[in-house]
């Protein structure tokens, strides 16, 4: 499909701010995919696409977190092994379905998965810890699960991940957070090359958003927001609702998806 500016000018900006919320708190996909909805592009290229500037920002927040030891090698390597598998299901999933039924699924999933992850919720793993071969059995089944969900769907499986390694797999915040970065990569680099398979991805646009994503992880994932939060969420909330007002319009808009 023809790309313009205008193209890149509304999604280039929003997937910034999406590597910067998602390095920082988790959720950025609530604003990369809704950008790349908002400019027009149809729902399994946005999601291909998606995937390739998200991949982008993804491996350097993944790798600064690495580097700060904030990953544990031992319970990581058998969830990414998971998360691979369980993301190309997904993403093979998604292919199947027909764009009218997605832009359906996104008008009902997104509010919900927003309001899940938008909540303010604190972290602390819950006691007693399982054993070795317990947390890696956990997380991978846990990794297996959210890498289909991101490989059908995508926005907030980072988050996710922290969220049921800490309170299902018992794994203390820091190291849920660093190998979330990575697992979460690895997801991300299995529905990407499916996507790329069935040729659903826009690479010049994917490679100038991903440009963008990774200066936002990069600012992102150095700094602790804290009295900001707020008005992230209020940003986000606001991008959600000017999307579901166009999907509805697409819908029922004469010549569209009814």
Known sequence: MELNLSTFLVVCPLVFLAGFVDSVAGGGGLISLPAYL???????????TNKLS????????S????????VSLFICVPSMLAA?????????????VDERYLRWLLVIVLPVTSCYVLRKKELRAKEPALSRTGTVIATAL?????????GFFGPGAGTFLILLYTGLA????????????????????????????????????????GAFSIAGSYVGSGLVIRRGAG????????????????ILYDIFAPGGGL
């Open 170 to 209: 018992r794994v203390d915040p820091r190291t849920a957070s660093g190998n979330a970065k990575l697992v979460n990569l690895a997801s991300n680099l299995s529905a990407l090359l499916v996507f790329l398979i069935h040729d659903r991805a826009l690479i010049l646009l994917g490679l100038s958003a």
């Open 38 to 48: 908002l400019a027009g592009i149809p729902v399994h290229f946005a999601l291909g």
């Open 54 to 61: 998200s991949t982008m920002g993804q491996a350097v927040a």
């Open 63 to 70: 790798f600064r977190y690495y580097k700060n030891g904030f």
């Open 142 to 150: 846990i990794s297996f699960v959210i890498g289909g969900y991101d």
């Open 231 to 246: 008005l992230l969420r209020v940003f986000i909330l606001g991008v959600l609702a000017l999307l579901l007002a166009k």
């Open 84 to 96: 691979l598998a369980g993301s190309a299901l997904g993403t093979s999933l998604t292919m199947l």
